[in-house]
């Protein structure tokens, strides 16, 4: 059996965000296949029903990132566990996996969430292109490279100039194996948790809405989605959840009467997704795979989205549970949210062959 070390540079247990519950899930399920051991920082939260051992081996703070003491306290566990492969998530402590490497016998696979560089070279951050001469100098240096789409693999090998053999795709996974059979249960449980109409269509959006793409993509909906959704007729409310909403939305008091709400963050997010009759996606910056476009076809809830969003969604895998509007054209978002909702669409088989974590993590240990 493998003997396997992850090695994640922030919290993630509990997870809140999409990057948090990737990690946990394919930790989880990996750890179903193989001798896995996890180390992290020490304010992870582990609640004992892991599949792996979790190990406390990195600072809070974010001196861990460049923290050269790691080195000897990673270095000790490989060589006391055995160790023969190791997994760096995100690039950050690139510089440690190399290290790690160059001292031991482990295999280097970086699991890659996004393509660094163009993430922040789409939020319009100064440090983009130093971060690509890193990005490139550690994934370099990997044995093998998961990346979370085709889009970013060619973005990889092309940009970043990683071998076409080491890059391979390792998706964003949900727990679902087939279509749910609660959605009108769970629409008319949700809807009453915050007093909404359940014969009303009912909308929703979920994220971080203090990072900047989710902030915008909220504005979006309030000044170029919403007031279109209002002239066409439409019997519909918005629910939006999320943790960290900017205190300048005053929680969407103000737009109540528009058709808006505001849930707070929630714990049961795949119950508030799966209750709603369409998920709206109308991110335009930010970069990579919007895993709540993965979850939320996984849950049998329509999506529609922008270009931008849907980046790494194969359309033919979702058939037509989603629809994409080129960005910026908010008539055609608008058009399509009416026309999704009359469509009734069902997910199909194939979208779970794909994107189910134990398919994917098959398919990861055997590579």
């Known amino acids: 059996m493998q003997k396997v070390l992850n090695i994640v540079p922030y919290p993630f247990l509990p997870y809140f965000s999409g990057g948090q519950k990737l990690i946990a899930h394919f930790n989880q399920f990996l750890g179903d296949k193989c001798k896995l051991y996890v180390a992290g920082t020490s304010d992870n939260i582990p609640d004992g029903k892991e599949s792996y051992h979790f190990l406390p081996s990195l600072m809070r703070s974010k001196v861990r990132y460049i923290d050269l003491t790691a080195y000897f306290r990673i270095r000790k566990i490989i060589l006391a566990n055995g160790i023969d492969t190791l997994i760096i998530e995100h690039p950050y402590l690139g510089w440690l996996g190399w290290m790690l490497k160059s001292t031991t016998s482990v295999k280097l696979i970086y699991h890659a969430h996004n393509v660094e560089f163009a993430r922040f070279r789409s939020l319009g951050k100064f440090w983009w292109l130093p971060l690509k001469v890193y990005e490139r100098m550690t994934l370099g240096s990997a044995d093998i490279v998961c990346c979370i789409s085709k889009e ?43 007093g909404l109409d359940p014969e009303k269509q ?9 990072y900047a793409p989710n902030t915008q993509a909220l504005q979006n909906i309030i000044e170029k989605v919403n007031p279109l959704l209002q002239q066409s007729g439409l019997a519909y409310e918005i629910l939006i959840a999320g943790k960290r909403l900017p205190a300048y939305f005053n929680e969407l008091k103000n737009h109540n009467k528009e058709h808006i709400h505001y849930a707070g963050f929630v714990e049961d997010i795949d119950a508030y997704t799966a209750a709603a009759d369409l998920l709206l996606n109308p991110v335009i910056t930010g970069g990579g795979v919007k895993t709540k476009v993965i979850e939320a076809i996984g849950l049998n809830t329509s999506v529609v989205s922008t270009r931008s969003g849907a980046i790494g969604i194969d359309a033919q895998l979702c058939d037509n549970k989603i629809s994409i509007a080129e960005d910026g054209d908010w008539n055609a978002f608008a058009e399509k949210v009416i026309v999704q909702l009359k469509a009734h669409a069902q997910t199909p088989s194939v979208f779970y062959e794909q994107f189910y974590w134990g398919n994917i993590i098959d398919r990861f240990v055997w590579h």
């Open 152 to 194: 970013d693999r060619n973005q990889f090998i092309h940009e970043l100039k990683i071998p076409t053999e080491k890059c391979i795709v390792v998706p964003y996974g949900i727990l679902q194996q087939q279509v749910p059979e609660n959605k009108s249960a769970l629409k008319a449980a949700i809807c009453n948790r915050h």
């Open 202 to 210: 009912l909308l929703f959006f979920n994220g971080l809405l203090d």
